[in-house]
């Protein structure tokens, strides 16, 4: 298998580990928030990028932030917010989401 499937292959599983495990536990920020943090953890030791830390807390913040200023103008809300309108599970799953986009683009950069 050569490296750009193996890298799109760990983008897919993790995506797909990531998706069920927020449906399963979104109830429960404090497993999820565990659940997303360890989820990355692994992630980075089947695919390391670079700043693995720096990239996950700029990811989760910037995500945060843009959909909380989306949220303003009233597009949808969430069941159970914690903290300014949003879950506070929320940025560990946009840091999540911005590793695997490192990933998805190393596998598509790849030759």
Do not use: C, D
């Amino acid at each position: 298998m050569n490296k750009s499937t193996k890298l799109f292959l760990i983008f897919l599983i993790f995506s797909l580990i990531t998706v069920t495990v927020t449906m399963a536990t979104w109830k429960n920020p404090i497993i999820l928030i565990s659940l997303l943090t360890l989820l990355a953890t692994i992630k980075q030791s089947y695919s390391p990028i670079k700043r693995p830390t720096l990239t996950f807390i700029i990811f989760g913040l910037a995500g945060t932030t843009m959909e909380a200023l989306i949220m303003l103008a009233g597009p949808w809300s969430y069941a159970l917010p914690h903290l300014l309108n949003f879950p506070i599970w929320l940025p560990f799953l946009w840091g999540m989401a911005g590793t695997l986009s490192v990933t998805l683009y190393q596998a598509i950069s790849t030759k």
